[in-house]
């Protein structure tokens, strides 16, 4: 066992430091292909994660035709094509442009966008954020000076729920029962309140600023600033002013969310609702599966939570599907032990990760089964833990001959549990990890 000892989770600025950037960011996207272990790999942003029919009718065929026959889910509600070949940008580049889903070649890494995956579908929120979304989108790929942003900033679009306001987004927009916009930067529980038309606008300023505070450092993200992000603020604040866009005249106190919880698995809304949510483990679907979603319904929503939310299907025709599904691996009900599962790629298809680390999250869920109320867990096979949540989890990540696993909860990492060739032992340390009272 490690020392026993609690450190906060904090981000890396927190050191007063900015961290080091001395070479471009390397983010994969649809025109940059990553070469990982299985072949190349490409990551498709899909803003608000919506795809229609026929873009998702785009992504199976380059899946297919193009790489090994699976759609690999984000924590961003992007897709990853894996298995590519060395040689396939050309054509990749002309199937998800004719769809669509390459709207500015020079943009392409920089659509990081993640909304409430429910609204305006459940009567819940304050608003349908869709109309910001396309907003936005049309913005951040009709700037110059958005191209700058790195691959990694991340925009959020809240219906006013708390969801996706808990991700640790960049720039947020927070929707407001009167109809306005509260904006929010970074983690900062101070915001600006902007008017609901301009509210798409006032995100792309604020993106704009944070380039400008950052280029003496070249930091990818806000947490990476040197100072805090309510000083960012003020300055989003001043370019406001600058630009035109009316900004109420005092910040306001706004706790960040932290739930940070997807959509609940089953039918959406009312009973009889034309709109479902499935999980995927481990955001993991074969061309069947995703075949299947995308016939059901007239657009697919993925979430940051790596689940699919199927909108449009035929009224009563739910049940039947979500008992398909089911039976075809995915998570169509309450009281999955796979909820709240997640892993990297881990080996054979990455070559830092130290484990196979999805053959282990898919042994502890069958050896473990489905307990109630307990905090999520993603299995890391390295330090760099791509893709893992925020908030309260088990983190369990791969070390020579082992794994060690610590609990996150409310910001701090507890004692760490270093766990060497046990699957029971493990089992029991990642159960531990993952109950929610001491």
Same mark, same amino acid.
């Given at each position: 066992m490690l020392a026993a000892m609690s450190?906060?989770?904090?981000?890396?600025?927190?050191?007063?430091?900015?961290?080091?950037?001395?070479?471009?960011? *390397?983010?994969?996207?649809?025109?940059?292909?990553?070469?990982?272990?299985?072949?190349?790999?490409?990551?498709?942003?899909?803003?608000?994660?919506?795809?229609?029919?026929?873009?998702?009718?785009?992504?199976?065929? *380059?899946?297919?035709?193009?790489?090994?026959?699976?759609?690999?889910?984000?924590? /961003?509600?992007?897709?990853?094509?894996?298995?590519?070949?060395?040689?396939?940008?050309?054509?990749?580049?002309?199937?998800?442009?004719?769809?669509?889903?390459?709207?500015?070649?020079s943009h392409e890494r920089i659509r990081n966008v993640v909304a409430s995956p429910l609204s305006g579908l459940d009567g819940r929120g304050h608003r349908d954020v869709r109309p910001w979304l396309t907003a936005l989108d049309a913005l951040l790929c009709g700037s110059d000076k958005a191209a700058g942003l790195s691959g990694r900033?991340?925009?959020?679009?809240?219906?006013?729920?708390?969801?996706?306001?808990?991700?640790?987004?960049?720039?947020?927009?927070?929707?407001?029962?009167?109809?306005?916009?509260?904006? /929010?930067?970074?983690?900062?529980?101070?915001?600006?309140?902007?008017?609901?038309?301009?509210?798409?606008?006032?995100?792309?300023?604020?993106?704009? @600023?944070?380039?400008?505070?950052?280029?003496? @450092?070249?930091?990818?993200?806000?947490?990476?600033?040197?100072?805090?992000?309510?000083?960012?603020?003020?300055?989003? /604040?001043?370019?406001?002013?600058?630009?035109?866009?009316? !900004?109420? !005249?005092?910040?306001?106190h706004v706790p960040l969310a932290t739930a940070a919880e997807g959509p609940g698995y089953g039918p959406v809304g009312v009973p009889g609702a034309a709109s479902v949510c499935v999980g995927v483990p481990l955001g993991r679907l074969t061309?069947?599966?995703? $075949?299947?979603?995308?016939?059901?319904?007239?657009?697919?929503?993925?979430?940051?939570?790596?689940?699919?939310v199927v909108t449009g299907m035929a009224p009563g025709g739910a049940a039947a599907r979500l008992r398909e599904w089911g039976e075809a691996g995915l998570v169509a009900g309450p009281g999955s032990a796979w909820t709240g599962v997640g892993a990297c790629i881990g080996r054979p298809g990455? *070559?830092?990760?130290?484990?196979?680390?999805?053959?282990?999250? $898919?042994?502890f869920v069958r050896s473990a089964g489905a307990v109630a109320g307990q905090f999520p867990v993603y299995w890391s096979g390295c330090e760099r833990r791509c893709g893992h949540p925020g908030g309260d989890r088990a983190d369990v990540v791969a070390v020579p001959g082992g794994y060690r696993v610590t609990q996150v909860r409310d910001g701090v990492r507890g004692a760490p549990v270093t766990v060497q060739g046990s699957p029971a032992d493990l089992a029991a340390a990642v159960t531990a990890a993952r109950r929610t009272r001491s």
């Amino acid at each position: 066992m490690l020392a026993a000892m609690s450190v906060p989770d904090t981000p890396p600025s927190a050191s007063g430091a900015p961290p080091s950037r001395d070479r471009g960011d *390397a983010c994969p996207g649809s025109l940059r292909l990553h070469r990982a272990d299985d072949g190349a790999l490409a990551r498709v942003r899909i803003p608000g994660g919506v795809l229609s029919d026929r873009q998702a009718d785009a992504l199976l065929e *380059a899946a297919r035709e193009l790489g090994d026959g699976e759609l690999h889910l984000t924590s /961003r509600g992007n897709v990853q094509l894996r298995g590519l070949g060395a040689e396939c940008g050309g054509e990749l580049a002309e199937l998800l442009g004719g769809a669509g889903l390459l709207p500015s070649w020079s943009h392409e890494r920089i659509r990081n966008v993640v909304a409430s995956p429910l609204s305006g579908l459940d009567g819940r929120g304050h608003r349908d954020v869709r109309p910001w979304l396309t907003a936005l989108d049309a913005l951040l790929c009709g700037s110059d000076k958005a191209a700058g942003l790195s691959g990694r900033f991340l925009f959020a679009l809240d219906d006013g729920r708390g969801d996706v306001d808990a991700l640790g987004a960049d720039v947020s927009l927070l929707a407001a029962a009167d109809g306005s916009a509260l904006l /929010r930067i970074g983690a900062a529980e101070t915001v600006v309140r902007v008017a609901g038309a301009q509210a798409p606008r006032a995100a792309l300023i604020a993106a704009g @600023t944070f380039l400008d505070a950052a280029r003496p @450092t070249g930091v990818w993200r806000v947490a990476e600033l040197p100072f805090p992000a309510a000083e960012l603020l003020e300055r989003v /604040r001043k370019a406001l002013g600058a630009a035109g866009v009316e !900004a109420a !005249a005092g910040a306001e106190h706004v706790p960040l969310a932290t739930a940070a919880e997807g959509p609940g698995y089953g039918p959406v809304g009312v009973p009889g609702a034309a709109s479902v949510c499935v999980g995927v483990p481990l955001g993991r679907l074969t061309g069947a599966q995703w $075949e299947s979603l995308a016939r059901a319904g007239s657009e697919l929503r993925l979430t940051p939570w790596r689940s699919v939310v199927v909108t449009g299907m035929a009224p009563g025709g739910a049940a039947a599907r979500l008992r398909e599904w089911g039976e075809a691996g995915l998570v169509a009900g309450p009281g999955s032990a796979w909820t709240g599962v997640g892993a990297c790629i881990g080996r054979p298809g990455c *070559a830092k990760s130290l484990a196979d680390v999805r053959g282990d999250a $898919e042994a502890f869920v069958r050896s473990a089964g489905a307990v109630a109320g307990q905090f999520p867990v993603y299995w890391s096979g390295c330090e760099r833990r791509c893709g893992h949540p925020g908030g309260d989890r088990a983190d369990v990540v791969a070390v020579p001959g082992g794994y060690r696993v610590t609990q996150v909860r409310d910001g701090v990492r507890g004692a760490p549990v270093t766990v060497q060739g046990s699957p029971a032992d493990l089992a029991a340390a990642v159960t531990a990890a993952r109950r929610t009272r001491s």
